[in-house]
């Protein structure tokens, strides 16, 4: 019989970070927090939820307005 032990370093393994958009920082009286893997999953998010909760339809202008308050973490 024959055992193989594999060792794993987790040293360089950094985790992932996150990106977060706060709708208040948007100018919105709203508790809703939009945290996605990319900004613009995020932004697609966020666009959803102007709409959807705010009756706002997010234009390109604005969009590039509200990714200077993506936030990573």
């Known amino acids: 019989m024959v055992y193989i ?4 370093s987790f040293k360089n393994i950094k ?7 706060k709708c208040a920082d ?6 809703a927090v939009v ?6 999953e995020v ?3 966020a666009a959803e939820h102007a709409q959807q909760v705010h009756g706002v339809t ?3 202008e604005m969009a590039e307005q509200i990714k200077t308050l993506i936030t990573e973490g």
């Open 5 to 8: 032990f594999v060792v794993y």
């Open 35 to 40: 945290t996605a893997d990319t900004e613009e």
């Open 58 to 60: 997010v234009t390109p």
């Open 26 to 31: 948007a100018g919105f009286v709203c508790d």
């Open 15 to 21: 985790p992932k970070i996150m990106k977060t958009l």
């Open 43 to 45: 932004l697609t998010i």
